[in-house]
């Protein structure tokens, strides 16, 4: 059972710990609810508990936006995605220190992995700050911040034991980075055939993209292993049309008569095809 916190206590120690100022690279400390660094650069917590390091606007389609964040919550509340939750919390759950979730969107997967990590602290990055919003209460463990994952991460060297990608742009530079020696990367990727009852509604999965995958990562990591999360269930309307507009087609509602035949969407059995890879830090 997940412990949520009250989404106004400060970030956790260790979080603050491994943190970096996003201006000048000085490790920060936490005075109230405000980051600083020796240089005097500072960042307020928001009211929800989250801390945003960013310095720009991001650009357009790149955040997930509050119609989204609000359609992926309510989807993974539902339990549709347990089976991959709990493959992901069983290959992290060895983690001691500080995980990382890269692209954490509402804290959903790492909360689970510190329900089974009594000992560790979590890290949620993504560039949306609505969903970290949802992060900042979704364990009283986790810290949230929000940074935009293919920039070089205010994280320091070094600092966590696991670093989670689930769904997410894949930065291998800065995994490596602030992955401790022998760290765990866990990665899940869609297969062929995930979502595939649902058709055009969602953006199919790219060919190849277990080849790119070994391209993006190898050389920094290997590969220990990797389980087939493959799953059917009866989804309801409801469930079809939170899958939808949470990805990457939440973007795209307006084309291809996306958003009429959604609302007109019936329930239907939907398989869930995921791949879970646990890969070792090189070097």
């Given at each position: 059972m997940t412990s949520a916190g009250t989404g106004n206590d400060p970030l956790p120690r260790r979080v603050v710990d491994a943190l970096r100022c996003s201006v000048c690279g000085s490790p920060v400390e936490l005075s109230g609810r405000t980051l600083r660094c020796a240089n005097r650069h500072s960042f307020d917590l928001a009211r929800?508990?989250?801390?945003?390091?960013?310095?720009?606007?991001?650009?357009?389609?790149?955040?997930d936006t509050a119609p989204m964040v609000a359609a992926r919550s309510a989807f993974l509340e539902s339990g549709a995605y347990q089976p991959l939750a709990d493959e992901v919390a069983r290959a992290a759950s060895g983690a001691t220190g500080l995980v990382i979730d890269?692209?954490?969107?509402?804290?959903y997967y790492l909360a689970r992995v510190l329900d089974v990590c009594?000992?560790?602290?979590?890290?949620?990055?993504?560039?949306s700050a609505v969903a970290l919003r949802r992060a900042a209460r979704a364990h009283?463990?986790?810290?949230?911040?929000?940074?935009?994952?293919?920039?070089?991460w205010p994280v320091a060297d070094?600092?966590?034991?696991v670093v989670l990608d689930v769904f997410s742009p894949r930065n291998a530079a800065e995994f490596h980075r602030v992955l401790a020696p022998g760290g765990a990367l866990v990665v899940a990727a869609?297969?062929?055939?995930?979502?595939?009852?649902?058709?055009?509604?969602?953006?199919s999965v790219a060919?190849?993209?277990?080849?790119?995958?070994e391209t993006t990562l190898g050389g920094r990591f290997a590969r220990l292993s990797r389980t087939d999360v493959v799953h059917t269930?009866?989804?309801?309307?409801?469930q079809v049309h939170d899958v939808v507009a949470m990805g990457p087609a939440g973007f795209h509602l307006d084309r291809e008569d996306r958003r009429s035949r959604l609302e007109t969407a019936e329930g239907r059995d939907v398989t869930l095809a995921v791949g879970v890879s646990v890969w070792q830090k090189l070097g």
């Open positions: 929800q508990g989250y801390v945003n390091l960013l310095h720009a606007r991001v650009s357009a389609g790149t955040a890269a692209g954490a969107g509402p804290g009594p000992s560790a602290a979590g890290l949620a990055l993504d560039v009283a463990r986790l810290g949230a911040v929000v940074w935009n994952l293919w920039e070089p070094g600092v966590a034991s869609p297969l062929p055939g995930h979502l595939a009852e649902l058709g055009d509604l969602v953006l060919d190849r993209k277990e080849e790119r995958l269930a009866p989804f309801t309307a409801r």
